[in-house]
């Protein structure tokens, strides 16, 4: 079984950049696609960005494409998620999921595995 730990998360002002880290530890992690969600209080867990075994194609939600980045490294076990130019519309709790797949997948209810999530407040 994977866990996972997020981290990197906190209080950033409109424009700027945080950088989210989620490692991976247990039994393995080979062969899991990564994603990156995020929820907002009194709404739905959304999809932000998620990233194949292989690291093939990322992809991004509509509302982050252009300003997040994700990438992975294996060896480290690690997830990353570059955020640029931030927007209040980016607060939320950030969460780190892992599927037991090697194919990315933008449902949340793909993902078998989550962390416990890291705060993200972007304020003007």
């Known amino acids: 079984q994977v866990q996972l730990v997020e981290s990197g998360g906190g209080p950033v002002q409109v424009g700027g950049s945080l950088k989210l880290s989620c490692v991976a530890s247990?039994?393995?992690?080979?062969?899991?696609?990564m994603g990156w969600f995020r929820q907002a209080p009194g709404q739905e867990r959304e999809f932000v960005a998620a990233?194949?075994?292989?690291?093939?194609?990322?992809y991004y939600a509509e509302s982050v494409r252009g300003r997040f980045t994700i990438s992975r490294d294996n060896a480290k076990r690690t997830v990353d998620l570059q955020m640029n130019s931030l927007k209040p519309e980016d607060t939320a709790v950030y969460y780190c999921g892992a599927r037991s797949s090697p194919a990315i997948m933008a449902m949340w209810e793909g993902y078998d595995i989550w962390g416990q999530g890291t705060q993200v407040t972007v304020s003007s």
């Open positions: 247990g039994r393995t992690f080979s062969g899991y696609a």
């Open positions: 990233i194949s075994w292989n690291s093939g194609r990322p």
